[in-house]
């Protein structure tokens, strides 16, 4: 079994490997599987981020395109553990988290558009999956998720291509070493999700009782 297993981690960690070195030279497609890649079955830390800061960094005119299809391939990847998890139910959750969904049950069902969307924007390493995961075995209403994650993953790429344009190489630094970023982002989508919660926004609407 422990042989096994470790061939397994060996085989997974000689695919990253050809994926880190291999999928930045194809461009836009390159930054689309790498997106893919992470957000479905292989788990991708950071790459597709500091792809997309490298190629907007050598070409700034094509900053905006290499965001589009990262947040096209992270919408491809997310849509497939969607449809996977909506069929699994809350056994595939607990087989892929080691734990029962808890208060992220709460979270989706309450407010499904912010529970798809703020996860979709925060930075590494807010986690971001076990959000998709939830997303399907809870059943949030398809166009909600589709629209959530995609303006999500979007605006975050963006941000970082416009990180990759403005400092170059620098900014794969500040994006591999900004816990504190991450820290204060994730106290501001807190504070969001608390302003949401005061509001009906964003919130499953209730059937109304009759006496």
Not at 44 to 69: C, G, H, K, N, W
Not at 92 to 115: E, N
């Amino acid at each position: 079994m422990n042989n096994s297993g470790n061939l397994v981690t060996l085989k997974w960690t000689k695919i990253g490997g050809w994926v880190k070195a291999t999928l930045p030279a194809l461009g836009g497609v390159g930054v689309f599987l790498s997106a893919f890649l992470d957000s479905s079955f292989l788990p991708l830390p950071l790459i597709t981020d500091l792809i997309v800061i490298e190629l907007s960094s050598r070409t700034p005119a094509r900053m905006p395109y290499y965001a589009f299809m990262a947040a096209l391939g992270s919408l491809a990847g997310c849509i497939w553990i969607y449809v996977l998890a909506r069929k699994g139910g809350q056994a595939y959750y607990r087989r892929k988290q080691g734990h029962a969904p808890g208060r992220i049950r709460k979270l989706v069902d309450q407010y499904p558009f912010a529970s798809v969307l703020l996860p979709a924007v925060a930075p590494f390493p807010v986690p971001f999956k076990p959000f998709v995961i939830a997303q399907g075995v809870f059943q949030v209403p398809f166009l909600p998720f589709l629209v959530g994650t995609f303006v999500g993953r979007g605006t975050l790429f963006f941000i970082e291509g416009l990180l990759g344009v403005r400092y170059g190489a620098a900014a794969k630094e500040f994006v591999l070493h900004q816990k504190w970023v991450s820290l204060g982002v994730l106290l501001g989508l807190v504070a969001v999700l608390l302003i949401v919660r005061m509001r009906p926004f964003g919130r499953r609407s209730q059937p109304s009782q009759i006496d």
